[in-house]
């Protein structure tokens, strides 16, 4: 299917000659300074919607059914996770075919591609020995103790304190840019949880190191 780019100002100028375009294929309109926008008819839209529900499907009853395949099909395409730990792979394997089903459900793949990126960050961090080992190492920091939460919620530790070793805490990575901090997050070992920017709920993406 074709992508016609068109400049925005066509669609207030010549909007006839836009959405005759759309019969041969989807219109980008490109504005300057922001996002570029993509034009498209909304029976060309569901079907997509249909076809990536269809393969969401397909990708999770591969997981379950066929995990050595789906293991080796994963790591063509991320062959980052080769570095992360056995345990975090099986992790991830398990949560991106959970993800993507979801994410057919809501026509809504940011959540796919953010977990992609924060396993990616977690597996920069184990591809490199010395920053693994800083990281491993308990954090210095200002503030009264954290203490447990009742739930496995990811608690922000920014200005606090990390408990002691006995309370089981990992450090965890919300995102690249926060990857290096030693106070991004604290979850307890037996959640998977990642702590989202903003105040968001926590969500099963990301894995500790060790």
Known sequence: MRLIERPF???????????????????????????????????????????????????????????????????????????LPAADRRLFL???????????????????????????????VHADAKRARRLRRGATATGEPVSAPETDVCRSAVSAAPPQAKEGWDLRYGNERRREGLGDGLCRRSGHCAHRMGGSPPIPVTAPIG
Do not use: C, M
């Open 94 to 124: 398990d949560e991106f075919s959970r993800v993507v089903l979801a994410a057919t459900a809501f026509d809504d793949y940011e959540t796919l591609s953010r977990l992609v990126r924060e396993w990616r960050a977690t597996a920069e």
């Open 9 to 83: 100002s066509n669609l207030l100028r010549k909007p006839k000659e836009v959405t005759d375009d759309l019969d041969e294929g989807d219109v980008l309109l490109q504005r300057r300074d922001e996002p570029d926008l993509r034009l498209s008819r909304a029976d060309r839209e569901a079907q997509r919607a249909d076809t990536f529900s269809a393969i969401g499907r397909a990708l999770r009853n591969l997981a379950v059914h066929s995990p050595a395949a789906f293991a080796d099909a994963l790591a063509d395409a991320f062959p980052w996770i080769e570095f």
